[in-house]
């Protein structure tokens, strides 16, 4: 059975730091393509970043450009997403996903969900004084 388990959100104070991780179990992420997107409340989810499986190209949602990275572990079979400088408008629950073709797909600029087979149930972060 293949899942995809995300962990690492809370609550944090604006500036504050949090590491997101997503395990998956059930096949192996060396060659899937692997995004997180983030849905905030009355929001539709959107793309935050991605990382593929064929070429190792990385991508960033402008909104977080500079204050997030992405990385992979296939030894852990995991991927992380480490937040810096966080915002309040970064307050969602973050989703990982996994596409098996491997390439991230971008649509003007942001990772898009198309593709995307494989979710996570998601972890909340809430950046708030």
């Known amino acids: 059975q293949l899942q995809l388990v995300e962990s690492g959100g809370g609550l944090v104070q604006p500036g504050g730091s949090l590491r997101l991780s997503c395990v998956a179990s059930?096949?192996?992420?060396?060659?899937?393509?692997i995004g997180w997107f983030r849905q905030a409340p009355g929001k539709e989810r959107e793309g935050v970043s991605c990382i593929s499986g064929s070429d190792g190209n990385i991508y960033y949602a402008e909104s977080v450009k500079g204050r997030f990275t992405i990385s992979r572990d296939n030894a852990k079979n995991t991927v992380y997403l480490q937040m810096n400088s966080l915002k309040p408008e970064d307050t969602a629950v973050y989703y990982c996903?996994?596409?098996?073709?491997?390439?991230?797909?971008?649509?003007?600029?942001?990772?898009?969900?198309?593709?995307?087979?494989?979710w996570g149930k998601g972890t909340l972060v809430t950046v708030s004084s």
């Open positions: 059930g096949f192996t992420l060396d060659y899937y393509a």
């Open positions: 996903a996994a596409d098996p073709h491997g390439l991230c797909r971008i649509v003007r600029g942001t990772p898009h969900r198309s593709g995307m087979d494989y």
